[in-house]
């Protein structure tokens, strides 16, 4: 082979004889397809973050006026210039809180059962390609399915352990997805290195695969709650409020035991539905407080994806393989 | 599992930051998105003039999904931006539920254009909307001298509401003469924000809206003077004219219905008597046309009276007046 090699590359580049000049020219035409391509890959990001931060920087301007603390700590009013988020902000707060306790128990141990303890067979596959299907499933499909089944047949009401348990069956799949994604990325030395010692399944699950696929469960927890925080359709399905100028009960009572669950029963608003209400009024001051509320809630899922890249940035920093 | 620890605290965190409130009784409004402003008003004040001891929530489930919550009895009042349907009765008589229906302010529908039209200045007449509206008028009446021959030679460009409201099914019922039925190549939008833009962008456009919509926007739009019959002068939309009746047919009443159970309770019947006593002020403050004083009397009269059920008889109306329909006799 090696005394070969020399032959062929002569006899099927003719071309390249010649001076280093013509080989030079060669490459310089090879490598332009490098600076097209960066330039197109840069133009694909431009669309992407610049529609952003027009969209963001829009409304932030326009709901600048009124991004003042008062915003925060009033409830809506038929004013637009005493109309806050109080009652909205808290809702998506606790909404999200459920969804999360919810969604990322349920989903990860499904993900982690599909992918280390399911047997290999037809069943195991019906029920991924429908987890799969779920994901593309409509919001507002997900909403008919609660209203049916929380609010009448359970009887939890229109409050917000419903809307909660309803954006947690939203992002299940996203979650279960994500955390097998995450499981699969983990080399199978890791796993054969802990069975060749002597552990068992668990043992590896808890020791070694949960903690290497955190952080891939963590971005998929976050893209789902980023979805679920937007969503509207289902909620309004489920019947959240648009005028609502009072908050759940708190958590934290002064009496034993002290923790209060009675906020999950509550009837709630959440901030895209506030938001959308505004959009709609006649009253034009109205429309400052939607682009404002906008602008808090684009501020919410930034947070809570910077709250995951941070953590994990700092589980990666444990993981040594 | 690390992360749980840590995520579960701010999450906490966030939640147990809020400040507490007392628990208080409720009161439950939903229904038409065109009573919602007025109801939102008095609920607003309400709670103000209680300290917040009672709590009033308000959602926005349109005339037909208010009445659906409820005749299952969901909610204590339902607002509607039309009197209750032959079907919605039966519902709430199968379950049991009784029911006071309350005038509570008009809403007055707005035919508007944009400013630089200066033909329809002395008005339009019934009989022309309804060949420009009606389902015949689709893809064939498209220019404004179709319509009459001293209007230009222009396309016109039709802005109306979508067909899930219930503005869209008294305009055509009251225009077109059957509710419902109009032509569909028109921008249709349950957002009136979108027909006041649409509008105003276009010099040969025309829509419709609630009278809120319009006055908020004076500066953009020109409200069409509506001529009932020819040789009637125009009337153009007001609150005077609404008032005095002059308006027609496009003014309508808009109601609340108040479960008679619920009224049984302090809080609602609070809230009630606080809407029939304060709504006049409140419905003005929101751009919507206040019945004259007495209705708000009468209204008052009827409940301590126990006069259950509604006037209308599960039948659609156009050009009721105020004094006519308290008058009636109410039936479940």
Redesign the interface.
Known sequence: MAANAPESTSATAPAVRGTTGDIRRLIARAKRWDVIFIVLGILALGVGFLTFLALFLDMLIDGWERLRPEFFTQF???RASQAGILSAW?GT??V??VT??VAVPLGVAAGIYLEEYAPKNWVTDVIEINITNLAGVPSIVYGLLALGLFVYAFGLGQSVQTAGLTLALLILPIVIVSTREAIRAIPAMIREGAYAVGATRWQTVKDHI??YS?PGI?TGVIIGLSRAIGETAPIITI??????????????TADFPFLSF??LRA?FTVMPIQMF?W??????AFHANAAAAGAILVFMTLTMNG?AIW?RYR?RKNIKW | ???KP???A???A???S????G??T?V?IDGS?TV??V???V??EF?KAEK?AI???????GTGGGFK?FCRGETDISGASRPILKSEMEQCAKEGITYYELPVAFDALTVVVNPKNTFLDKGITVEQLKRMWEPSAQGKITKWNQIDPSWPDAPIKLFGAGADSGTFDYFTEAIVGKSKSSRGDFTASE???VL?QGVQRDANAIGYF?Y??Y???QGKLKAVPIIEKAGKPGVSPSMNTVLDGSYQPLARPIFIYVNAKSLDRPEVKKFVEYYMTHGSKLAR???YVPLPDKAYVMNKEHLAKGKKGTVFGGVAEVGVKIDDLLAREAKL
Do not use: H
């Open positions: 809506p009013s038929r808290v707060t606790l999200m809180i999360a306790v949960l903690p955190m963590l019947g959240a409020l648009t005028f609502i100028a009072f908050l759940p009960p708190s958590p934290v009675e906020w009837p209400n959009t709609s009024r006649p009253d034009e709250l953590l589980l | 599992m690390r992360f840590q995520f579960l701010v999450a906490l966030a939640a147990f809020a400040p507490a409130f628990q208080g409720l439950k998105s919602y402003p109801t939102e008003a609920a607003e709670q917040n709590k009033v929530t308000v959602g926005i489930s919550k957002d009136d924000n006041v609630g809120a919509y006055a908020e926007n403050e929101v751009k």
